[in-house]
């Protein structure tokens, strides 16, 4: 790029704009009737793929066409403001001439030629216009980031890569795709954790939608291993048979709504209620992000608010810290893998006394007489080796003892399975972090589960992040 030969903006700007009205509207004319005549030469064809081409044909040449007329717009604003101009930091920074730029657009690439200022005090330059396009540090207009945020988050980059080259006729290299998708993925991370901090601090209220009491608010949360780079897990304890961990944990939070039951007196949730926060930061970090989210989604307003986990007890922390209101339930189905495990501890061979002995313990849990059955459990005849993890097992079940009263939860029609969060987990996480092959830095499955998780709580979560998101800064 160099510096083009003119010392300020061209004259006429009024005078200019009609004149390329005049030009595109004859381009266009003809460009139409090119098409014309070419789409119905190809429609003659006798086999069937006339029509593919015809209309493959019509889309290149519109797009570029409408590429044509974006750059010429585009050069009507060079974002010169005179010889000299804020540089931002309350210096003066001096016009030093034109430099040219490409960037990606959904209309094909377009040439920029943009007023350059530099600053002598800060040793650094900029171009007015490229903040003002959101094209600041970035090759990809914003329009375009929009789409490959959306692709990046849902596949694998190279999968986007050929998605954008088929779909929408875009070349670009499945690592541009990877850069622009987790440089934008970080800034929502970003936004996300500066939002929490706001309301942890009362600086923000939120304005909330709701102008009706939730009856009932569910706060589902849980955890899953993303595979990461050895860098990223080296010193850690994991559950390999080397006994080194090969994964680095994603929270996940669903947060739903549920306002009736069936005819059968089992809970409904809410259709398109579900929104989710992911992040791979310590317990405490998630909890401030999800605490933000609840308060997004009508804390205030719930009549009853329901927290459900797997018994986990960072789970549980978090719950009491910040939901010290909330109804906490463990999910049954978790804890019945927990009864199953006991009694293959103790029963190592399936026999008619093991089976009648689960049954009933199973029985029991389910009603949420957890007294009865630790009872059973403490009177078990097994080997002294066996005590400490018989003991171990059944402390999972004096921990959360108050947390399974599913009886009790029945009666009031709440949830008593976590099932939401676990799906999030397979949905939002797994599909598309835990891929054959995949290893992921930190740093990049933290940006690209923000961008997932907020692309999967709905159309109007994705369009409130664009609303601000497009005019920060990337690199592509």
């Not at 996940?252 to 306002?259: A, E, H, I, P």
């Not at 009853?304 to 789970?315: M, Q, T, Y």
């Not at 009648?356 to 403490?378: H, P, Q, S, T």
């Not at 290893?439 to 997932?452: D, P, T, Y």
Request: hydrophobic share 35%; aromatic share 6%.
């Amino acid at each position: 790029t160099g510096a083009r030969p003119r010392p300020g903006p061209a004259p006429g700007r009024r005078e200019q704009k009609k004149g390329l009205q005049r030009e595109l509207k004859e381009e266009f004319e003809g460009e139409v009737a090119r098409l014309s005549q070419l789409a119905a030469s190809l429609l003659a064809d006798p086999t069937s793929r006339g029509l593919e081409v015809a209309e493959l044909a019509i889309r290149t040449a519109m797009t570029k066409l409408g590429g044509s007329l974006l750059e010429r717009l585009l050069e009507l604003d060079t974002g010169y403001c005179g010889p000299r101009t804020d540089c931002g930091n309350g210096h003066q920074a001096e016009f030093q001439g034109y430099r040219g730029k490409i960037v990606d657009t959904v209309l094909g690439p377009v040439h920029l030629h943009r007023a350059y200022y530099s600053c002598h005090q800060c040793h650094h330059g900029r171009f007015p216009i490229d903040q003002k396009l959101g094209v600041g540090d970035s090759s990809l207009s914003p329009g375009l980031r929009r789409m490959v945020a959306r692709l990046g988050s849902q596949e694998a980059f190279d999968q986007a890569h050929r998605d954008l080259a088929e779909l929408a006729g875009i070349q670009l290299t499945g690592k541009r795709v990877e850069r622009s998708s987790e440089a934008d993925g970080e800034r929502v991370r970003v936004a996300i954790e500066q939002q929490a901090e706001a309301a942890i601090s009362g600086k923000v209220v939120p304005l909330l939608c709701h102008r009706e009491p939730i009856p009932n608010l569910y706060i589902a949360m849980d955890g899953t291993g993303v595979p990461t780079v050895p860098a990223d897990t080296e010193g850690r304890r994991g559950k390999s048979p080397d006994g080194r961990a090969h994964t680095r944990e994603v929270k996940l939070g669903c947060l739903f709504t549920q306002t009736i039951v069936d005819e059968r007196g089992h809970p409904v949730r809410d259709p398109g209620t579900s929104s989710y926060i992911a992040s791979m930061d310590t317990a405490a970090g998630f909890g401030s992000l999800l605490y933000s989210e609840a308060r997004q989604r009508g804390l205030s307003q719930a009549q009853r608010v329901i927290a459900l986990g797997d018994g986990a007890p960072w789970i549980w922390n978090l719950a009491g810290e910040h939901f010290p209101q909330a109804i906490p339930v463990t999910d049954l189905y978790h804890a019945k893998e927990h009864l199953h495990g006991l009694a293959r501890l103790v029963f190592p061979v399936t026999t008619e006394e093991s089976r009648g002995w689960l049954a009933a313990r199973l029985a029991e849990l389910d009603r949420g007489d957890i007294d009865k059955l630790l009872f059973a459990g403490r009177h078990l005849r097994c080997p002294d080796s066996q005590m400490e993890e018989v003991e171990k097992a059944l402390g999972y079940f004096e921990a959360n003892r108050q947390r399974m009263r599913y009886s009790y939860f029945r009666g009031l029609g709440i949830f008593v399975g976590s099932g939401a969060v676990e799906a999030g987990c397979r949905t939002v996480v797994a599909q598309r972090m835990k891929l054959s092959g995949m290893r992921w830095s930190v740093r990049g499955a933290a940006a690209i589960v923000s961008l997932r998780a907020q692309e999967s709580s709905g159309p109007t979560r994705w369009q409130e992040i664009w609303q601000w998101l497009p005019y920060q800064t990337t690199v592509a």
